[in-house]
């Protein structure tokens, strides 16, 4: 299995917590999104939408969204589970995921970055605005699933690590990469910092990455 | 079965094909986007994201997030089915969906825009160009696959319908609402034009939802 990553992205995160927690040692193939590599014809080749992560298991073809993998690598390795069994459950921790992979992540990404500073002339400031904005409305949106609702357990749904932890993981990370406090969320922020005590997410924090720097400046 | 439902919703869009292609009829509840119902403290208890969709079968509880919906639909109502079999090919068509349902429609629905116009004062033509930008980028990104892929058939994966083609036709009326083109995108416009001829889809359109206007001004 060729894992396509690069120590600062968020989505890739997710997926190296997944492998890790099924014991999964991929090879790994560094894509630098700081000096723009994903947009060389080569990786235009592996996946045309010029994003990370990506996978490649045996002789392809390439598996791409890092929601999708996650679903991949659970269904072809279902051992130990990322999902629970029932359905209902299922959609759960697939919409909590939800919430921070489509409805949060996607608008802090680098090319959004980009793209505001390009076109709308915005300085520093309002983008760093921006980003804190729309990480902050997921973990409003998720912090009131997860203390209200009677499914949350130990971890976001009942007792085991699913999805949406890892999704909850990489949201957290962003949120301190961009020097936002999460002790607003508190049920979010416990069952972070019991995450972070297991080495499958530990080991794939982005800071610990090859190429990744001691701390971080935006 | 009870949806929470908009007639310019594009994720709605998306449930509203599932439940006709199984065959399900549901109790449809409108809540009026425009007028800001999804704000109501009544909606904010069912979805605390305060969007739409929300799907509740039997007793509860809520189902959210449009893509868990979709998989939820196929878990309980397997027949037909709009995922594939093969892990691989599932992990294509949810790829698929992903650029679509998370990297692309989530930045320009109603409440981005209106931070758009709220925090950095940007004027109608600046939202539209944002809009249509990642509408593009979307639409360039999946043509690639669909042109480029030995698994593309009459529909986006193979001659049966998937999750990824009610993400491709959500992904197309939302175009057309915003007065682009898709010619650019020959194979997304053949699927979509070969989608759009059944009732599952047709029937499901925004502008034949109750309470929609019979054409759109943005």
Chains 1, 2 share one sequence.
Not at 34 to 41: D, I, M, S, Y
Not at 119 to 127: A, G, S, Y
Not at 160 to 180: P, R, Y
Request: proline share 7%.
């Amino acid at each position: 299995m060729k894992l396509f990553s690069f120590w600062r992205s968020l989505a890739t995160f997710r997926v190296r917590i997944a492998l890790n927690f099924k014991g999964i040692k991929p090879e790994v193939v560094n894509v630098d999104l700081v000096k723009g590599h994903q947009r060389n014809l080569e990786f235009q080749k592996i996946n045309p939408q010029m994003l990370l992560p990506a996978l490649i298991d045996g002789d392809g073809p390439i598996i791409f969204q890092s929601l999708a993998i996650l679903e991949y690598l659970d269904e072809v390795h279902p051992q130990p589970p990322l999902l629970p069994f029932n359905p209902r459950d299922r959609a759960r921790v697939r919409g909590l995921a939800g919430i921070i992979a489509c409805d949060a992540h996607p608008l802090i990404v680098p090319r959004v970055r980009d793209y505001l500073e390009r076109e709308f002339k915005l300085n520093e400031e309002q983008r760093l605005n921006w980003i804190r904005y729309w990480i902050g409305e997921a973990l409003q949106a998720v912090e009131v699933h997860l203390s209200g609702e009677n499914e949350t357990g130990r971890y976001c749904h009942g007792d085991s690590v699913t999805i949406a932890d890892l999704c909850l993981a990489s949201h957290v990370v962003g949120a301190k990469l961009f020097e936002m406090s999460v002790a607003p969320y508190p049920t979010v922020e416990r069952i972070f910092d019991l995450c972070m005590k297991q080495d499958a997410f530990a080991l794939a924090h982005p800071l610990k990455q090859p190429g990744a720097p001691k701390s971080v400046a935006h």
